[in-house]
């Protein structure tokens, strides 16, 4: 096990380099310089092509990316081009409105996805499948800022329950956390579902029920184990897509997250802080992956056995 998980990290290194590769290649054909962005616009040419030399924005570009892997190599992401500070501890000020978003959408959405989806398989063809399955091709067909202000239209406004925007306290993330929760509920409920009808057709299950097993036990011994390790998949997929895909969440309700730090990183050409920002969220993504790879061992004893025989 511990060969493979150091496999997989080392699998990291290209996938990270190819990260920076393609933000920093991306970035260089947009227009605008740094000079230009730090001096302003009533700087003078020489000052900014000097603030531009010293910087090696004139460098070409493969100079500019060896420069930065052997930055990166030594832990240091830079400083914003923007800001002058350092980008990790602008990083850090932002992740914690971002993974608590994240966190909570991920919670809500496996709990009820995963408890109507299995709801849905064992009550096949009824009223309660019928229904939970409308209800996620509706979650998943409405985007996600249309969701968000109807929820502040009606909870925030109308209501006056919950706060509309800002991140002060756990009440502020409620209208968020609904909101980034609907599409994952509906991608948890139509797997969850999916892998449980195919387990729940299986012989040792009807094996378990012929020895008078209780159908609770059935289910969430026997069909419910063997049904998680593509629901496991799709969570851990959802979970490192939701902190690095909540731009539009954070837009909404004005959350101070990672996703409007890239968003306004952008539109300023803030190169270091737009690549620190991708290659922080690419390795949470991946390390996020190889958890739940471990996880299968966890639950299937095949998969921990062959690991353990290499």
């Given at each position: 096990?511990?060969?493979?998980i150091?496999?997989r990290?080392?699998?990291?290194i290209?996938?990270?380099l190819?990260?920076?590769?393609?933000?920093?290649?991306?970035?260089?054909?947009?227009?605008?310089?740094?000079?230009?962005?730090i001096?302003?616009e009533?700087a003078s040419?020489?000052e900014?092509?000097?603030?531009n030399?010293?910087?090696g924005?004139?460098?070409p570009?493969?100079?500019?990316y060896?420069n930065?892997?052997?930055?990166?190599?030594?832990?240091?992401?830079?400083?914003?081009?923007?800001?002058?500070?350092?980008?990790m501890?602008?990083l850090?000020?932002?992740?914690?409105?971002?993974?608590?978003?994240a966190?909570g959408?991920?919670?809500i959405?496996?709990?009820?996805?995963?408890l109507?989806?299995?709801?849905?398989?064992?009550?096949?063809?009824?009223?309660?499948d019928?229904a939970?399955t409308?209800?996620?091709?509706?979650l998943?067909?409405?985007?996600?800022?249309?969701?968000?202000?109807m929820?502040?239209?009606f909870?925030?406004?109308?209501?006056?329950?919950?706060?509309s925007?800002?991140?002060?306290?756990?009440?502020?993330?409620?209208?968020?956390?609904?909101?980034a929760?609907?599409?994952?509920?509906?991608?948890?409920?139509?797997?969850?579902?999916?892998?449980?009808?195919?387990?729940?057709?299986?012989?040792?299950?009807r094996t378990a029920?012929?020895k008078?097993?209780?159908?609770?036990?059935?289910i969430?011994?026997h069909?419910?184990?063997?049904?998680l390790?593509?629901?496991?998949?799709?969570?851990?997929?959802n979970?490192?897509?939701?902190l690095?895909?909540?731009?539009?969440?954070?837009t909404?309700f004005?959350?101070?997250g990672?996703?409007?730090?890239?968003?306004?990183?952008?539109?300023?050409?803030?190169?270091?802080?737009v690549?620190?920002?991708?290659?922080?969220l690419?390795?949470?993504?991946?390390?996020?992956?190889?958890v739940v790879?471990?996880m299968y061992a966890y639950i299937d004893?095949?998969?921990?056995?062959?690991?353990?025989?290499?």
């Amino acid at each position: 096990m511990l060969k493979y998980i150091g496999r997989r990290i080392l699998v990291l290194i290209p996938t990270l380099l190819a990260v920076v590769f393609i933000v920093l290649f991306i970035m260089n054909l947009t227009p605008g310089d740094p000079g230009t962005l730090i001096l302003g616009e009533q700087a003078s040419r020489e000052e900014i092509e000097a603030k531009n030399e010293e910087l090696g924005f004139n460098d070409p570009f493969p100079v500019r990316y060896v420069n930065y892997v052997v930055d990166l190599c030594q832990g240091d992401l830079g400083n914003s081009w923007k800001t002058g500070r350092p980008v990790m501890g602008e990083l850090l000020s932002r992740l914690p409105v971002t993974a608590t978003l994240a966190i909570g959408s991920i919670l809500i959405g496996s709990i009820v996805g995963i408890l109507f989806g299995i709801l849905s398989a064992v009550k096949q063809y009824s009223f309660l499948d019928f229904a939970g399955t409308t209800i996620a091709m509706a979650l998943a067909s409405f985007p996600g800022f249309w969701i968000g202000m109807m929820l502040i239209l009606f909870f925030s406004l109308y209501l006056r329950w919950l706060p509309s925007f800002g991140a002060g306290d756990l009440k502020h993330f409620i209208l968020p956390w609904i909101t980034a929760a609907c599409p994952l509920m509906a991608s948890q409920l139509r797997m969850t579902r999916t892998s449980m009808l195919e387990v729940i057709r299986a012989d040792y299950i009807r094996t378990a029920r012929a020895k008078g097993q209780k159908e609770s036990k059935v289910i969430i011994q026997h069909a419910l184990r063997n049904a998680l390790l593509p629901v496991i998949t799709i969570m851990g997929i959802n979970f490192g897509a939701s902190l690095g895909g909540t731009v539009t969440i954070e837009t909404v309700f004005t959350l101070p997250g990672v996703g409007s730090l890239i968003i306004e990183a952008i539109r300023m050409k803030d190169v270091p802080l737009v690549t620190g920002a991708t290659v922080m969220l690419a390795t949470f993504f991946a390390l996020i992956m190889l958890v739940v790879d471990v996880m299968y061992a966890y639950i299937d004893p095949r998969i921990k056995s062959r690991y353990t025989r290499k």
